[in-house]
């Protein structure tokens, strides 16, 4: 894992994280976004540099407003960077057209949501299925595993509205596993949940992390965070801290 | 999952919203396929009608040719009389095969209010009528009566049977022959010879219209300009049964042409309706769209969402349209008919499935034009502006 220092922004400095041994899966250079709010510029992201290797498990924490979600956005291909550059398993993002993003989305990142963004006409197996939809893939059988994986095979034909939040949110997991994803991006994963939940659905990203999947989730739970193997702090849009979380 | 089931279940959201759209289209598409339908039972009505007819021309006191044809075929009292003495200068023109000389009459019975058309005519009427089965003879003696098959049927007549006949109170007549069923008016009609018919009726020596036959009907507009020109011309309306019957389908198609025209209007507005409400649905799942984006939708798959959702809407209407339009067609059979000045009695609206696939084809054009707006617009919402509609941020 390598980070610029928010100390010395326009250094090239590069530390090094202790144990790097895999392949890197996200290449952050500088990225930077700045939205315009009428005559006003709001810096969300300012000149964020990290690397993320495959099988880690990395928690971007921060306040309210510090560029944790446009970060998130920017590292699912759902936002380009107003400047900088953003490397997605060693391909270069920054020029690509929408259509292979979405391509690259669809192969290499999962994204699960805070308010879970399950449709709620569909039933929880149809919810699961939706991205194959998408790329034209049928792995029926493969979503009856996924759903046994994350608890939630009695639920199969249920809809959104007859779940709890920890089974609508483990929904979303698989959902967003059902491509096979290297990286699964979560925003605030435990938000909407009461504790019991959250820590079930904590469980579950441990769980797939310990499978092999990399992990990248926005959170303000400290429980969450701790969690986490490595933490990236960000304040006001820059990265003030990337660490590695000491486990007991 | 099927792309399909996706696209049901977004328009099963909001039920009333996708069946009051759907039914904007389907008062489209029932309209035209009545229309369709009616030109075209129109079109057969009046073939048939001239078939069975069998004779090319009309000859009638003078008057609207329209109604002379209509009473001719159709049975009635006739306002007017010809003399028959026209008749001999009929038959001896030039291109006449037969000539039937006719006397007409309704009445009515005044308690139950049920009318019996007399028609008086002679053998040479079996000479125009080439395609009518009698079971037994045409009238020769006095009392001889030729009974259309329904009027035989409705008062339970058998041949050789005496009887009263109906509304003229007194006289009797011996059932000749029975008419075997012509699916026409001849059906209902009870013929006597023209000489009592003349007698009953008080009309001596007078006819109320001749079908006139030619040996040759594509010499039709030289015999109709011999017929007028002729000492009795000027007494008498000569109509090319022919020419009347496309006239009268002029007269249609032109309505029809209208009707097209108010029909294209209300389609667009129903087009449009589509358009609307399937762009307020995606402006209702704007999130939902950006969530769709995260998770592997390309903009395509979303144009391809909407699209469908549109055609799928269409689709509904044309169902419930043309279910609806063949439900009314006997409704609206009995409405054309009390208000056309001249109808054939066959069905009027004659539904083809050819022409509902039409409808369906016109219908999912009409969707594929609506949909483009809100499914371009679809594909093109940035997917994090998407999701950040009704999230607060």
């Known amino acids: 894992?390598?980070?610029?220092?928010?100390?010395?922004?326009?250094?090239?400095?590069?530390?090094?994280?202790?144990?790097?041994?895999?392949?890197?899966?996200?290449?952050?250079?500088?990225?930077?976004k700045i939205y315009s709010r009428g005559v006003?510029?709001?810096?969300?992201l300012d000149d964020v540099s990290f690397t993320i290797a495959e099988g880690e498990f990395v928690a971007i924490v921060g306040a309210s407003g510090a560029g944790k979600t446009t970060l998130l956005h920017l590292l699912g291909c759902m936002d380009a960077p107003t400047s900088g550059t953003l490397l997605l398993q060693g391909e270069t993002t920054t020029n690509l057209s929408d259509a292979a993003l979405t391509r690259l989305r669809r192969q290499t990142v999962g994204f699960v949501f805070q308010h879970f963004g399950l449709i709620p006409t569909l039933t929880?197996?149809?919810?699961?299925?939706?991205?194959?939809?998408?790329?034209?893939?049928?792995?029926?059988?493969?979503?009856?595993?996924?759903?046994?994986?994350?608890?939630?095979?009695?639920?199969?034909?249920?809809?959104?509205?007859?779940?709890?939040?920890?089974?609508?949110?483990?929904?979303?997991?698989?959902?967003?596993?059902?491509?096979?994803?290297?990286?699964?991006?979560?925003?605030?994963?435990?938000?909407?949940?009461?504790?019991?939940?959250?820590?079930?659905?904590?469980?579950?990203?441990?769980?797939?992390?310990?499978?092999?999947?990399?992990?990248?989730?926005?959170?303000?739970?400290?429980?969450?965070?701790?969690?986490?193997?490595?933490q990236i702090t960000l304040h006001d849009g820059k990265l003030v801290s990337d660490s590695a979380n000491i486990r007991p | 999952m099927t792309w399909l089931r996706l696209v049901l279940q977004n328009g099963a959201r909001r039920k009333l919203r996708t069946l009051s759209t759907a039914v904007?289209?389907?008062?489209?598409?029932?309209?035209?396929?009545?229309?369709?339908?009616?030109?075209?039972?129109?079109?057969?009505?009046?073939?048939?009608?001239?078939?069975?007819?069998?004779?090319?021309?009309?000859?009638?006191p003078k008057g609207c040719p329209y109604d002379a044809a209509s009473i001719a075929l159709h049975g009635a009292s006739w306002p007017c009389y010809l003399k028959a003495d026209y008749l001999q200068r009929v038959k001896s023109t030039e291109g006449v095969a037969e000539a039937s000389p006719m006397l007409m009459n309704a009445l009515t019975d005044?308690?139950?209010?049920?009318?019996?058309?007399?028609?008086?005519?002679?053998?040479?009427?079996?000479?125009?009528?080439?395609?009518?089965?009698?079971?037994?003879?045409?009238?020769?003696?006095?009392?001889?009566?030729?009974?259309?098959?329904?009027?035989?049927?409705?008062?339970?007549?058998?041949?050789?049977?005496?009887?009263?006949?109906?509304?003229?109170?007194?006289?009797?007549?011996?059932?000749?022959?029975?008419?075997?069923?012509?699916?026409?008016?001849?059906?209902?009609?009870?013929?006597?010879?023209?000489?009592?018919?003349?007698?009953?009726?008080?009309?001596?020596?007078?006819?109320?219209?001749?079908?006139?036959?030619?040996?040759?009907?594509?010499?039709?507009?030289?015999?109709?300009?011999?017929?007028?020109?002729?000492?009795?011309?000027?007494?008498?309306?000569v109509v090319p049964l022919t020419h009347l019957f496309r006239t009268i389908q002029r007269m249609v198609n032109s309505t029809r042409l209208l009707l097209l025209c108010i029909l294209a209007v209300g389609t667009l507005v129903a087009g449009?309706?589509?358009?609307?409400?399937?762009?307020?649905?995606?402006?209702?799942?704007?999130?939902?769209?950006?969530?769709?984006?995260?998770?592997?939708a390309s903009a395509k798959d979303i144009f391809l969402l909407v699209w469908l959702e549109t055609l799928t809407i269409c689709a509904l209407g044309w169902g419930i349209g043309i279910v609806g339009a063949m439900l009314g067609a006997h409704g609206i059979e009995v409405?054309?008919?009390?208000?056309?000045?001249f109808a054939p009695t066959g069905t009027l609206v004659h539904p083809e499935l050819g022409t509902a696939l039409a409808c369906l084809i016109g219908a999912l054009l009409l969707g594929s034009v609506a949909g483009l707006l809100p499914a371009w617009r679809a594909a093109h919402f940035s997917p994090i502006e998407a999701m950040r509609v009704g999230s607060g941020v």
């Open chain 1, 40 to 44: 006003e510029q709001v810096r969300a």
């Open chain 2, 110 to 237: 005044q308690v139950s209010g049920s009318q019996s058309v007399y028609v008086g005519a002679n053998l040479d009427l079996l000479g125009v009528k080439r395609a009518w089965k009698i079971d037994g003879a045409f009238p020769l003696a006095d009392t001889d009566c030729l009974i259309g098959s329904s009027i035989a049927k409705a008062m339970h007549l058998q041949k050789g049977q005496q009887f009263d006949l109906p509304c003229l109170k007194g006289e009797t007549g011996s059932v000749s022959g029975i008419l075997q069923s012509t699916q026409g008016a001849d059906d209902t009609f009870i013929y006597v010879t023209l000489a009592r018919a003349q007698k009953l009726f008080g009309r001596p020596e007078e006819l109320t219209h001749i079908l006139v036959r030619l040996t040759d009907p594509d010499k039709l507009d030289s015999v109709v300009a011999a017929l007028r020109g002729c000492e009795a011309g000027m007494d008498m309306n």
């Open chain 1, 124 to 230: 929880v197996t149809e919810n699961v299925l939706l991205p194959l939809l998408f790329s034209r893939r049928k792995m029926r059988n493969y979503a009856a595993e996924l759903l046994e994986k994350v608890g939630l095979t009695h639920r199969s034909n249920h809809r959104p509205h007859e779940l709890s939040g920890g089974e609508m949110q483990r929904t979303a997991i698989a959902r967003a596993l059902i491509n096979s994803p290297r990286l699964l991006l979560a925003d605030e994963p435990t938000g909407n949940l009461d504790t019991a939940n959250g820590e079930a659905v904590l469980e579950l990203l441990q769980r797939l992390n310990a499978d092999g999947l990399t992990v990248i989730v926005v959170t303000h739970n400290p429980i969450l965070a701790a969690s986490a193997r490595r």
């Open chain 2, 335 to 341: 409405w054309l008919r009390a208000r056309l000045p």
């Open chain 2, 24 to 60: 904007g289209i389907a008062l489209a598409v029932g309209a035209l396929f009545s229309l369709v339908s009616f030109q075209r039972g129109y079109q057969i009505g009046m073939r048939d009608e001239l078939d069975k007819l069998g004779a090319h021309i009309l000859i009638a």
């Open chain 2, 272 to 296: 449009a309706g589509v358009g609307n409400t399937v762009l307020m649905a995606v402006t209702e799942r704007t999130r939902e769209i950006g969530i769709m984006r995260a998770i592997g």
């Open chain 1, 1 to 32: 894992m390598e980070f610029r220092s928010p100390a010395e922004p326009d250094s090239e400095r590069i530390i090094s994280t202790p144990g790097k041994a895999a392949s890197t899966i996200v290449e952050a250079r500088g990225l930077t």
